[in-house]
Each structure stands twice: as structure tokens, then as C-alpha cells.
């Protein structure tokens, strides 16, 4: 800074570029307090209206390039051309050197100014005598001084703000702040528009401090470009400090001084660096950009958007608010503001609110107390996309009165008419400035978000601006209620807008229902024509109605009206409607006794059914009530027929169709005569034929399609419902030879490209899924009706088998696509097409014995049906006797463990007559089960039971193959698995188990371990004390010598016992030994059935190695008998048996043998050895 009290020269922070300052610019509000233009009434509008020049080129997108023009200012304008403020300033300590005046104290009293004055040089006139100033007076700045070192700071920031404020950086500039002038404005005192010199080399700027002193007016006019601001700061200038800077281009005027002195310290802000210094950006060419466009949409009526809506970017309380915010949103609304005024627009600001809501998710994965404050670093977010509600709400104008409580604002609004085109999605990408959180039981969560937007609409759509929704209803509500016999000025305003107000796109339009109303009412004839030409009411008899149109019949007269009725029925394609139309004034007519207003309409009438146009819904049974007028029958055949087969859609040729065979059948109808009976056959026929060449049989429709169990979608798929609906029509109405034109549109070649038609995969989709249709319908056909065309037929299944089977080259086939490849087969194609065709398909993929079953379930049920189209080399049970063979090489039942499908299997053997099949069942099981090395004892030896029982239910032997040879197998894997060889006796657990007899929380679960068959037992967290007690109990009962203890070292201490490996081996084969014989009680509770089935002296050898006299009961002694059951048994100690099961036999297949496998021979010390197999 430099060392006087004149000039501040800022020192600029290091690493601060001091390359060339661009000048960036904004503008910033400066909101004219002076009275608008009072010429605001309709007449001056037209008039100006009628002198504007249209618009060369006018824009075709008001709101894209109006968000273009505010993007360019937005983008180029970062300052504004002039700024202002009140300050929180510091006393100054005012020194003034002229004629001693010494310190000046503030705020200023007449005194003080007075002395000023004496010392002080008048403002000079400039040249061409033309006064600059009056009665203002200037001391020289070198000539001032402040005593209070605090100014130097404050005038320092003060600076910076402006600089800011101007779009200038600071420090890049190096910034000298200049004392240029003490000023002193007296009453009266005012200054004529000007823009200052530049007082010192690199100035840019005058800042202008306003000292506390007591004044009211002189107000500052400044402008650039045509943008003006007025700055007034005689508010409180007794007591407070105020600034205004604004570049040396600016235009600046200062209004009169109506009372009081006004102090000031004129400052000049020079630029230092050697760069250009920064200067006013050219906007003429935006301003003349936004006036096109302005123009453009003033010019284009009601046809132009009715407003746009700007979200600003920042949230303003109040009018005022905006206008002292001197931010982006207030320099744009005064870039706006001085053109849209000139144009007849208004602005306004309104607030927006969005709100979202959903369920909340919390990520931390915890749910809160209801009463606990949310938190802003919480990590909640919607479980899914929430829902989304806008409003805008409270349109002020710009002075901060109301204009109305909301502001229109849908999707479509909000696509065509803000900026940017996604309000709600702008305002979301922000922060939210409120949020709920109802954290109790996971409940919802709200986010709310707000923001100021500026509201731009020419003065032509006030009205409806004010009212909102409601203007349209308004007018429109207000011409139909008119009971004037003229039209009043608003009334006339309605008139127009209804006229200019958007179209239906269908159904009554109600602004011309109600010009319509008003126009009879002031039996204005020329007026009902305008809104029917303006309105398209010619066009359409449903947009104006029949009531208005007979109300106005009752008030211009048929004279009048029928021409204009005329060109309704002649324009209108509607045939119910013109024939509505013409009933009602014929029974007018007839109340009338008008017999030439009937003739009029007999003649109309035959009209319409020369011009029909395409039938719709219903109109079917319409034409069916002319059909039974005189001469109808010929009309059917000679106008209605031939016009409407064209053009009407397939739909609605059905439809008359059916109409036209219901008419026939009944009793009464109108085709009496064999002549009209024929001619209403040939018209059916031709009206159902023409719909099924036209007919897309492939027509996307809506359905549902489930995701999940959860969760279901909507899509559109082909479907088959219109095809059954024409086949039916065929059959119904005895038109079966059309058949044929069904199946040849539904089995055509597809040349479509682009999408014009059906894809391949839907054309299959609906043939594959008409199949069960079809098939019913050629079975169920009654021998008393005439046969179904064999073309048909042949030409339809020819068509379909193959992509049925394509569908069976899956593993997983359903049940329905099952039936009806079974179906289809059993009609079309015999025993030979499913041999030589069908079989080798379903065959060549792996399949679950559940679609093996339904398929041969499915082959049994049509029998008799395959049985009328054979084959010399197979029949249905051949085919089913080798699917049975191929389902069981493909089965491994051993994978599930499931008893209950194992019996299944078995039993549905018998159920296909295939019941000796069930030994390849039963080989397939052993020699799977015997490569896993759990199965036997978790799967195989637990079935025995099963097996048992199916065999007991089919009268097959235990005794014999199959079921001999499994049980041999089976028992002899278990026994070389679990009891190969056997441990020491098990005395010494049991011995040593005994001993422990404390009854303790714990020592009972030791003495049961030791009885059990697990290798160890583990007592968490018992604690030391007892930890310590059962190793004394375990050491007092020996059980050392069969097991080894510890005590784990946590907290609290845990124990573990682990069984040595003899002792638990030794339990291990007992538990064993007891699986083997509860198995052989499976078997038979005979124990003779059990020596037959294992044969004398094996089940001797096997009883001796169990270490029992018998498994049931003794045996009866027979002559011959090798086993004695006199005594039992030797002990096993001293036996030494070798138990080997020669090979089973049973009659073939031979594939089913179980082959034994080979001996082998297990010793051990001190311990008996078996061979088992």
C-alpha cells in the first residue's frame, strides 16, 4: 500500500498470475422504481399490434433459443456493468487542509457543509456551455485526508467487493485505488446523462463512497447498452455509509437533490498491469438475439408457448430480495426485463418445490428410534426410485404483488415451456433442503427441494396466467351461461381464445361447443360458421354434438342448416354417428309434419350407405337394422358389402359377419325368401373371407409375464385368441372350407423386412401354442358334420411337427409342449412318424425320469388313436418298452437317496405293463450305488424295506432273482464296509464307563459318550473347577487306558475326550453290527426265509461273525438241515469262517446280474478274519 492517504495500491499475493485480466460480464438487476407505461388497454395492444413489422425469420423454438440467449449472457456476463451496497464503514477521521477546515465531523451538519463549500471550487461547465453539474462543488483529493488508519483497510475490501461485483479479479489487475475527488452536492444539485473521462492512465472504473450525511433524491440513472439501473441511496444516509462503482463507458444521471448535502469520496480504480485493462463486453448483439426472439413469440399468439419458466439459481424470499441479491438471478432478470417490458411481456418469480418420497433404505443396515434427529452425515437413500411431485406456487411480478397462487406446470409444460427442460431433474441433482426421515419400523423417507424461478409470459395470456388451469374452463363456462342478446368485450376476448385454444384430440371439443352456444344465444349465424370452420366442426359430428347441432337447427331453421348438416354427413366417416344424426331430425320432422325435411333425409341416408366409412366398434349390428328396412337385402349386397369390405378393418368384418349369421338363424329374420337366404350366405362368406386374407394373426397384445414369485411384468406378446376366434367363425357359421385360408395365412413364408411384420420366433410361438386347439378341434368333430378340409389339416401339422420338434431337442420339456407333440403325432403322422421321427429326437437328450414317465403316460393314453395309423415294425408298447430301457440307463437314483422315487420307479414298471423291467432298475441302482462310498449305508441298505413291501404288493419272491441278488450285494457291501474286520471287545469302555457313578451336571455326558459311537466330546466354557473335577473322575475310573483328555485353555476352560482308536473301533463295529441285523429283520421276520435266501451254511458262517444264535427266532429243525439250534453259537473269538456268495442267477436280461466281486482276504492280529464276498 502505498505510504499516502490518497492512493491504495493492494499488494497482490504471490502465485497470482498477472497475465492479461479478461473481463467477464453479467448483468445485475437494477429494477426501475419509475411508473410503467400506462398505456396497457386492448385497444392500444391491437393497435400496436397493427403498426409492429412482422418479423423476418421469426424463431421456431421460443424456449430452446431463449435458453440459448440466457446460457450466452449466463456464460459471457460473470460481473455487472455497476454495483452498489451499504456499509458497515468505519469513521473516517475527515481532514480537509483548504483554509484549515481540519476535522470534519459525521454525519455532516450545514455547518461543516458550508465550510466546505467556501473552500471548495464550483463544478465547471462543459464545453458548448451545456452545465455538467449544478450546485455542486469538488476539492481536489490531494487536498483530503483520514486520520483513522481502519479507512485505509475498509476502503481496501470495499474495493475488492467491487471488483468482484464488476467481474474483475483483483489481484491479477494489481489494483490501485485513487482518491480523485471530495464531492459535495447541495439542494438542486443534479447532473445531466454522461459518461465519465478517464481521470488517470489504466482507469476502468469510478467508485463513488457516499459519507453519512442527511439528503433525500438524487437518485443515479445509469445505463449501458440499453440496459438502465437506477441506484438511490438517500435511504438512512444520515447514519450510514453507501457505495456505487460502475465502469468509465457507463451512461450515468443524477436526479436533483430535493433536500440536504450529500458528501461523497470519488475514487478512481486504475488497472496497473501492461495488458488491456478490463473494459465493458459489447451485448448489443445478445439484446438484438433476445428481441427477435421476443418478437417472434409475441408475434406467433396463441400459438407460441403461454409462458417459459427459468429456474433461477438461487432461492429469493421476496421481490426485493431478488432485487438487492445483486447476483446472477438479479443481473439476468435485468438483461431480460428492459426488452420484455418494451414488447409487452411480464416477468414474475415464483418458488418451486419438488418433493420425493419413498421407502428409505439405510445402508448401515440398522433402524432408529422414531424420535431420533436426523442426521445430515446418514446414509439413507430410497430402496428404489422414489416418487416425484413439482409445484409452483406464489407468482409475484417483480414490485412483489400477487398474481396468482400456482402456476401450471405438467410434464409436457415442462418439456416445452422451462429452462432447462428438466426442471424437476435439476432441482434433484442438487442438495435438498429439507428432508424426513420416519426411521420407526423402517417407514418412508421425504426429500424436499426449493427454488426461486422467474416466470416470462407476453401480456396476451394474463388472463390466463391468473387464473391457471381455470382460465380455459372460465371462458369457456362464461360464453355458454351468456344471456345477453350481444357480446360484451370479455365475452368477445372468450370468443377469441376459445377459437385459438388447443384442439381435442378426440371426443367434443368444448371450445366449440360453447362459441356455438354463445352464437345461437345472439342468433349470430355468421359467428356459428366461424367457430365450425375455425374448429373443424364440418369435419367431425362428435366435436360439436348432436344437442348443439339440433339447438341450432331450433334457432337458424332448417332453411338455414341442412346445407351445413349436408357437408357434416358428407365430411364425417362415422357411420353411427351420421345415422344418429339423420334418425333425429327425421323424428324432428315428422313432430314438425315437415315431409320435405323427410324426403331430405331419405335421400341422405341412401347417401351415407353409399359412403360408408370404415365400420367401428359395434356398427356391425347397426347395419343390421338397416338390412331389415325395405330394400335392405339389395342395399347389403349392392352399397354396404362392397363399400366396406375395403375399407373396414378384419375386426369388424368378422363382426358383421357373425351379425349377418345370428340375423339368418333367428327365428323371424329378416332373410326369409331361399333368394335372400342365398344372398345373405354369399355376403357372410365373402365379408369372413375378406377379413382372413386381411387379418394379421400375429398381432402383438398385452400380457402378463412373471419375473419371480414376486414380480411380474407386463410385454406384448403374439396370441392366439384371434385365431381361434376366426376358426371358430369357420365352424360356426359353416364356412369350413375357409379353413384353409386360416392355416395358409398362418403358415405363409415371411418376406417381411423392417418390421413390418411378424419375426420368426412369434410366427412359431403362435402355431406351437394353436396346437392344442387345432388338435382338439380335428378330434372333437362330430361325424354328423361335415368333415374338416384335409388340406387344412395335412398343410397345418405339416407346419408344426417340425417346430414341435425343434422344442424337444431341450432337456426340460413341459407338460403341455409333451401332450402336444403326443398329440399331433397321434393324428397326423401315426406309430411310423413317431418311430422313425419323434422318437430319436426325444431320445437323443438327457431327460429326468419325470418327462420320461409323461410322455410314455401320454403314448399309452392315445393307444388306440396310433393304433389307426401302424407300423409294420414297431407298435405303442414296443416304443414304451424301449423308452422304459433308455429312461433307466439315463437314471441314477443313487443321487437324491430317494426311497420314495426309487418304489416310483419300480412301480411304474407294472403300471406300463413292463414290470419285469424293474431287475434293470434295481441292477443300475447296485452298480451306481456301489461307486459312492456313503450310498450303501445312507441309501441301499435303508431301502430294503421298500423293497420288500413293492415286492410284497406284486407277489414277487424274496427268495429269488432279482431281489435275492440285491439283498446278497448290498448286505455283503455293508459287512466288507463296516464290519471287515472286527476290533477287541467293547467290555473295557463299558467297564470303565461303569465306574464313573458321580451324577454331576457333566460326568453323565462323559459316561454316555463313552457308550456312544462318536470319536470325541467337547464341553465348551464349563470352568476350571469343573474342568479339573472330571479329570479326577476320569483318572479314579481308569479311563485312561481307553481314552485321552485335556482341558482347552479358554475362558472360561473347556474340556475334550477323544476315544483311542481300538476302544472307539470296537464301538464303531457293535453300532454296526446292530445296523446288520435290524437290516436282515427288514428282510423276513422267518428266519427261514432268511436261510433260503442266503443259503444254509452262509447264513450259519454269517450268524457266527455277528456273534448271534439267530436274527428272529430258533429254527425248526429239518431232516437234512446243516445248522443245528440246539446250542448257540461258538463264541466269534475262536471261529475262523471264510463267507462267500456264489454269482446270483435269474432268467435274462442278462444285463441285470449283480456280478460278485472277487474275494479278498483281510487279517488282522488277534482277530478273526472274514471274506464276505
Given at each position: ?250 451512461t450515468h444521471e443524477m436526479k436533483p437533490i430535493t433536500s440536504g448535502y450529500r458528501l461523497a469520496l470519488s475514487y478512481n480504480l486504475i488497472h496497473t498491469m501492461k495488458v488491456p485493462r478490463p473494459s465493458l463486453p459489447a451485448i448489443h448483439g445478445l439484446l438484438a438475439q433476445l428481441r427477435h426472439i421476443l418478437l417472434s413469440w409475441k ?70 428410534c422414531a424420535y431420533d434427529e436426523y442426521d445430515e452425515d446418514d446414509d439413507v437413500e430410497f430402496a428404489e426410485d422414489p416418487e416425484r411431485d413439482m409445484t409452483i406456487t406464489d407468482l409475484i411480478d417483480l414490485k412483489g404483488f400477487s398474481i396468482s397462487d400456482e402456476v401450471l406446470m405438467d410434464d409436457k409444460d415442462e418439456k416445452g ?381 405339416k407346419t408344426t411337427i417340425p417346430l414341435l420338434l425343434a422344442q424337444m431337442q431341450k432337456a426340460g420339456l413341459k407338460g403341455d409342449e409333451v401332450t402336444s407333440m403326443v398329440r399331433a403325432a397321434a393324428i397326423a403322422g401315426g406309430v411310423k412318424s413317431l418311430e422313425h421321427t419323434i422318437l430319436p429326437k426325444f431320445k437323443a437328450a ?328
Open positions: 500500500m502505498a505510504s499516502d492517504n490518497k492512493t491504495i495500491e493492494p499488494d497482490n499475493s504471490p502465485g497470482v498470475s498477472s497475465g492479461d485480466s479478461k473481463l467477464t460480464f453479467q448483468f445485475e438487476t437494477g429494477i426501475n422504481d419509475e411508473s410503467d407505461d400506462p398505456s396497457d388497454s386492448e385497444e392500444s395492444d391491437s393497435d400496436e399490434e397493427e403498426t409492429e413489422p412482422r418479423v423476418k425469420n421469426p424463431s421456431t423454438n421460443i424456449r430452446g433459443d431463449l435458453e440459448k440467449i440466457i446460457s450466452s449472457a449466463t456464460e459471457i456476463f460473470k460481473g455487472s456493468f455497476y454495483f452498489r451496497k451499504h456499509c458497515d464503514a468505519p469513521n473516517p477521521a475527515l481532514r480537509l487542509v483548504p483554509g484549515n477546515i481540519g476535522t470534519v465531523g459525521l454525519p455532516l451538519a450545514e455547518g461543516a457543509a458550508n465550510q466546505i463549500i467556501a473552500h471548495s471550487t464550483q463544478v465547471s461547465f462543459a464545453a458548448g456551455e451545456q452545465p455538467v453539474a449544478k450546485d455542486t462543488w469538488e476539492m481536489d483529493g490531494g487536498l483530503v485526508n483520514f486520520d483513522n488508519p481502519a479507512w485505509h483497510s475498509f476502503i481496501l475490501d470495499l474495493a475488492t467487493q467491487v471488483c468482484k461485483g464488476l467481474g474483475i479479479d483483483f489481484h491479477a489487475s494489481k489494483l490501485k485505488i485513487q482518491l480523485y475527488k471530495l464531492l459535495l452536492y447541495g439542494t438542486g444539485s443534479h447532473s445531466l446523462p454522461r459518461q465519465y473521462t478517464e481521470n488517470a492512465e489504466g482507469m476502468f472504473a469510478t467508485m463513488i463512497v457516499n459519507l453519512p450525511s442527511a439528503f433525500t433524491g438524487g437518485a443515479v440513472h445509469i445505463s449501458h447498452a440499453g440496459l438502465p439501473a437506477v441506484i438511490d441511496s438517500s435511504m438512512n444516509s444520515l447514519i450510514t455509509t453507501s457505495v456505487v462503482a460502475w465502469y468509465t463507458g457507463v408475434q406467433s399468439g396463441y400459438s407460441g408457448p403461454r409462458k417459459i419458466v427459468y429456474l433461477f439459481q438461487n432461492t429469493h424470499r421476496s421481490a426485493a430480495a431478488l432485487r438487492d441479491s445483486q447476483g446472477p438471478d438479479a443481473r439476468l432478470v435485468s438483461f431480460l426485463e428492459a426488452v420484455a417490458k418494451e414488447l409487452g411481456f411480464e416477468l414474475g418469480m415464483a418458488t418451486c418445490q419438488l418433493t420425493l418420497s419413498g421407502e428409505a433404505y439405510d445402508s448401515r443396515g440398522s433402524r432408529r415451456q422451462a429452462i432447462p427442460a428438466n426442471i424437476s431433474r435439476a432441482l434433484e441433482s442438487g442438495s435438498c433442503d429439507e428432508q424426513e426421515y420416519d426411521s420407526y419400523c423402517g417407514g418412508g423417507l421425504k426429500r424436499h427441494y426449493f427454488r426461486s424461478v422467474l416466470v416470462i409470459w407476453p401480456s396476451l395470456r394474463d388472463e390466463e396466467i391468473a387464473y391457471g388451469s381455470g382460465y380455459l374452463d372460465h371462458a369457456l363456462g362464461s360464453l355458454r351461461a351468456a344471456t345477453s342478446t350481444k357480446p360484451h368485450r370479455e365475452e368477445r376476448r372468450f370468443i377469441e381464445d376459445a377459437l385459438a385454444s388447443r384442439h381435442p384430440d378426440a371426443g367434443p371439443d368444448e371450445g366449440l361447443q360453447s362459441v356455438c352456444a354463445a352464437a345461437c344465444q345472439w342468433c349470430d349465424l355468421k359467428l356459428w360458421h366461424r367457430a365450425m370452420d375455425t374448429r373443424g366442426g364440418y369435419d367431425n359430428l362428435e366435436k360439436l354434438g348432436l344437442d348443439y347441432i339440433m339447438d341450432a337447427v331450433a334457432e337458424f331453421g332448417y332453411n338455414d342448416m341442412l346445407p351445413s348438416i349436408a357437408k357434416m354427413l358428407q365430411k364425417d366417416t362415422n357411420n353411427a354417428r351420421r345415422f344418429k344424426l339423420l334418425e333425429q331430425i327425421e323424428l324432428d320432422a315428422m313432430a314438425k309434419g315437415d315431409s320435405s325435411v323427410r324426403d331430405w333425409v331419405s335421400k341422405e341416408r341412401g347417401a351415407v350407405l353409399g359412403s360408408l366409412g370404415p365400420l367401428a366398434v359395434g356398427e356391425g349390428k347397426l347395419l343390421i337394422e338397416y338390412v331389415k328396412a325395405p330394400g335392405g337385402i339389395a342395399a347389403l349386397q349392392h352399397k354396404i358389402v362392397p363399400r366396406v369390405e375395403f375399407n373396414s378393418n378384419p375386426r369388424e368384418l368378422l363382426s358383421l359377419a357373425l351379425a349377418l349369421h345370428a340375423e339368418q338363424v333367428k327365428e323371424g329374420g329378416c332373410f326369409k325368401s331361399s333368394a335372400d337366404k342365398e344372398i345373405g350366405s354369399r355376403m357372410r362368406t365373402r365379408l369372413l373371407s375378406r377379413a382372413i386374407k386381411r387379418e394379421n394373426f400375429f398381432e402383438l397384445v398385452e400380457s402378463s409375464m412373471e419375473a419371480s414369485s414376486s414380480i411380474s411384468y407386463r410385454r406384448r406378446t403374439p396370441s392366439t385368441k384371434l385365431t381361434e376366434q376366426y376358426l371358430e367363425a369357420c365352424l360356426n357359421t359353416g364356412n369350413e372350407a375357409l379353413i384353409v385360408d386360416v392355416v395358409k395365412q398362418l403358415t405363409a413364408v415371411l418376406y417381411t423386412t423392417g418390421g413390418a411384420g411378424p419375426t420368426t420366433g412369434e410366427r412359431d410361438s403362435v402355431l406351437i401354442a394353436l396346437v392344442p386347439y387345432f388338435s382338439k378341434m380335428v378330434e372333437e368333430r362330430s361325424d354328423s358334420l361335415p368333415s374338416l378340409p384335409s388340406a387344412a389339416i395335412d398343410l397345418f401339422y438327457v431327460r429326468g425320469p419325470d418327462t420320461y414317465k409323461l410322455f410314455i403316460r401320454r403314448l399309452r393314453a392315445r393307444e388306440a388313436q396310433f393304433a389307426l395309423k401302424p407300423s409294420p415294425t414297431s407298435s405303442i408298447p414296443a416304443i414304451v418298452t424301449d423308452l422304459l430301457t433308455t429312461m433307466t440307463s439315463q437314471l441314477d437314483l443313487t443321487v437324491a437317496k430317494s426311497a420314495a422315487a426309487t418304489i416310483d420307479m419300480l412301480e411304474f414298471c407294472y403300471e406300463t405293463k413292463n414290470g419285469p423291467r424293474y431287475a434293470d432298475v434295481l441292477s443300475k441302482l447296485v452298480k451306481d450305488g456301489s461307486r459312492r462310498v456313503d450310498c450303501v449305508e445312507s441309501f441301499l441298505l435303508p431301502l430294503i424295506p421298500d423293497l420288500v413291501g413293492f415286492a410284497s404288493r406284486h407277489g414277487i419272491s424274496a427268495t429269488a432273482p432279482p431281489l435275492v441278488s440285491y439283498f446278497h450285494t448290498v448286505i455283503a457291501l455293508w459287512m466288507k464296509g463296516s464290519l471287515d474286520s472286527r476290533p477287541p471287545a467293547k467290555s473295557v469302555l463299558l467297564a470303565c464307563a461303569e465306574k464313573i457313578e458321580c451324577k454331576c451336571e457333566f460326568c453323565p455326558a462323559v459316561l454316555k459318550f463313552l457308550s456312544s459311537t462318536a470319536p470325541s466330546l467337547e464341553l465348551f466354557g464349563i470352568g476350571a473347577p469343573k474342568a479339573k473335577h472330571l479329570e479326577s473322575a476320569l483318572k479314579s475310573a481308569g479311563v485312561g487306558a481307553v481314552a485321552t483328555w485335556s482341558i482347552a485353555m479358554t475362558t472360561p476352560r473347556g474340556f475334550k475326550v477323544t476315544k483311542k482308536h481300538e476302544p472307539h473301533q470296537a464301538s464303531k463295529w457293535e453300532s454296526s453290527k446292530q445296523k446288520s441285523i435290524s437290516a436282515l429283520k427288514s428282510i423276513s421276520t422267518d428266519e427261514n426265509v432268511l436261510v433260503s435266501v442266503f443259503g444254509g451254511n452262509k447264513y450259519s458262517n454269517l450268524m457266527r461273525y455277528l456273534d448271534v444264535p439267530w436274527i428272529n427266532a430258533a429254527l425248526r429243525a429239518e431232516p437234512g438241515s446243516v445248522i443245528s439250534t440246539a446250542e448257540p453259537l461258538a463264541s466269534a473269538s475262536a471261529i475262523s469262517a471264510t463267507h462267500a456268495y456264489p454269482p446270483a442267477t435269474r432268467p435274462a436280461p442278462e444285463d441285470t446280474e449283480i456280478n460278485p466281486s472277487k474275494r479278498r482276504k483281510v487279517d488282522h492280529a488277534n482277530a478273526e478274519t472274514i471274506d464276505l464276498i
